[in-house]
């Protein structure tokens, strides 16, 4: 799953692909690298950041879903909305990819089960400009599983049919630094809930902290593209649906050797 932001604040690309025409190519770019969906989105969900007001959100990325559902491509949208949702499937896009699993709007799962797209459902606690005060984990993957599957509950409840829904455990949402890596470690546990799960380690920050240099200071959002593949490599050997990246190629190349290792060991 390749990222096109559409925002003029995003963490890792800073508005590059804001213009239409730039996010126009900077998604066949996605394709071309190996990207099989391109995620639109039109919200930061940055740490800190604001909500822009819908009628925007609109503006910003329903242009761009119909011109790249048109053109063939298979499109997602990167929403908490479901007006937004709604607008966005009529447009053409094949999937809904909801950070909150549905808690920022209670209209979102009646859109979800009306339509009848895919759904990521990703674990989440909070709004961008509160999630850091949220991270408080009796162990991080019983608990993000837990709730997570609380939502399944609550999803199939609604009418969203089970073979609708992927799962993302949120990496970097109410997540800081080390409460990622057990998350990834122990991705089976996720797994074991039944559903597809979708990995987005892309550029995070426990990403930059990692690869921190002697200064202690974090790397660039850029500069964290190999540990961003890395991550994909072992995402995908461990089971993971889908990986959800800003730069496509290493990744896409990551995910065809984790599968041709686990082909081979049979």
């Known amino acids: 799953m390749g990222v096109v932001n559409v925002t003029p604040d995003s963490f890792s690309d800073g508005g590059e692909w804001y213009e239409p025409r730039a996010a126009h190519q900077h998604a066949h770019d996605l394709l071309a690298q190996g ?3 391109l995620d639109v989105g039109g919200e930061s969900t940055r740490p800190g950041a ?3 007001p819908v009628e925007v959100e609109l503006d ?3 242009p761009l879903v119909w011109a790249l559902a048109e053109e063939g491509a298979v499109v997602s949208v990167d929403t908490t909305r479901a007006v ?4 966005a499937v009529a447009a053409g896009a094949r999937l809904v990819n909801d950070v909150s699993g549905g808690l920022a709007d ?5 859109v979800v089960a009306g339509t009848g797209v895919a759904y990521v459902c990703m674990h989440w606690r909070g709004h961008a400009d509160v999630m850091d005060s949220l991270e408080d984990y009796d162990d991080v993957v019983t608990d993000v599983r837990a709730e ?9 409840s609604a009418g969203v049919r089970r073979e609708q829904i992927v799962l993302d455990p949120g990496l970097g949402f109410a997540k800081a630094g080390t409460a990622n ?3 990834l470690a122990r991705l089976g546990e996720l797994e074991a809930l039944g559903l597809p799960v979708l990995v987005g380690a892309s550029r995070k920050r426990f990403l930059g902290h990692l690869l921190a240099g002697a200064d202690g200071a974090p790397v660039p959002p850029r500069e964290r593209d190999d540990a961003t593949a890395a991550v994909s490599a072992l995402a995908a050997a461990a089971g993971a649906w889908g990986v959800r990246v800003h730069s496509a190629r290493a990744s896409a190349d990551a995910v065809r050797v984790a599968a041709a290792w686990a082909g081979s060991s049979g």
Do not use: C, K, N
């Open 60 to 62: 910003r990325v329903l």
């Open 181 to 183: 890596w057990p998350l």
């Open 106 to 110: 209670p209209d979102m799962a009646g």
């Open 35 to 37: 990207a099989d969906i």
């Open 50 to 52: 604001g909500r822009v």
């Open 84 to 87: 937004v949702a709604e607008r």
């Open 148 to 156: 997570l599957a609380d939502r399944v509950t609550a999803l199939r």
